[in-house]
């Protein structure tokens, strides 16, 4: 049986699966999909999920949808795919040795359709809001998101509104949007106040897709069952993501959580969530080792998709770094930047604020904390032409302009 239920340990308050609520209605946390019962057995479906790859079923050419048995079911026509998932890890040379480490992976979301690890949540997000017949959806968005759910909107055949942070979204993503059809509204402040918009105007028309909806969280824990599946169930010691809104790190703690309940794996890695310094309310809460989270009210770094001053999953996200004896930290601008260039050097290329994962591997190893020896799994949420003008802007030195003369020439 799949339901939905709250978060919180002390709460656990149970739902409908279908019911609209992104809070409890008794203690106000989070929800989440609950999976009860037993499942097929491990070993069966390993291999099940392994055969869909050479399957031609929408269902089974998604990374996200061949793992359905730990999804919310739902009738093959209802899905919203855009052949999301299924998408590579590839092994880092330059980079590790950058870091100072032998065994770097990089699992690259950025390779999904719109270019970003939203995709993985938005089918599932999509799918469910098309069960229940919306026909508008929305989100407020750094600009990812926005990119996301306006192209899956489009395959869905509903309305897309997205919400910016004025000027603070990358025109890649910005544009990505706009080409898919998306109703754009721009708000003068950061992402939590475009949120904050967008909650406070409560329209019951609008089905809302930001990754406090359940049914994101349960499309983006695949992305773990695909990297285990890749390590060929060998589980590494280490998982780096990097922190915005925090609900990755939570679907991907949620990932172990259940893969370890039910048999898959026996031990867990640790999950390391990396926030840009300008951005860092959960690492902040981790050096002080506070009871709850202190909201930044003017985020600031130049990785424009993690620009977040309070994350709403925090509470998710620290408990998914708590139960795999992880820990949170945080680098500067300059770090991530010059990491993001090591990750381009490699041939790989990701966004901003994807590369804090390699400079937090970097931080960690020079810190003496990680072994050189270590397996380290670290998340690249974002492609490479995410963000153009952050690229263009830091190599202008490194383009010559010769004299048309010469251009003939060559
Ligand atoms: N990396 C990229 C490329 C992102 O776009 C985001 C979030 C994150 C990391 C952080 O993930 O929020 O789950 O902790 N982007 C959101 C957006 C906020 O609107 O596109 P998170």
New binding site residues.
Partial sequence: MKYLRCSAADCRNSLDLHDRALECPRCGNLLEVFIEGDLPEPANLKKLWRERRMSNDARDVSGVWRFRELLPDYPAETIVTLSEGNVPLVRARRAADWAGVRNLWFKHLGWNPTG?F?DLGMTAGMTEARFMGAKTVGCA??????ASLAAYAARAGVTARVYLPSGQASANKLAQALDFGAEVVQIEGS?DDALNVLLRAADPELYFLN?INPFRIEGQKTAIFELLEQFEWHVPDYLFV????????SAFGKALRELKQHGFIDRVPRIIIVQAEGANPLARLWRSKGASLQPLAHPDTAAT??R?GNPRSWKKALQAVEATGGRVLDVTDEELGEAKSVIGHDGIGC?P??ATTLAGVRKLVAGGEIERDAVIAAVL??HALKDTEYIIKSHTKRIDTAEPSMATLC
């Fill in positions: 970003s939203k968005s750094t600009g990812n998101t926005a992402f990754s990097p922190g915005g809104n925090l609900g990755n790190s998709a993690i977040i966004e604020a994807s949420t974002g």
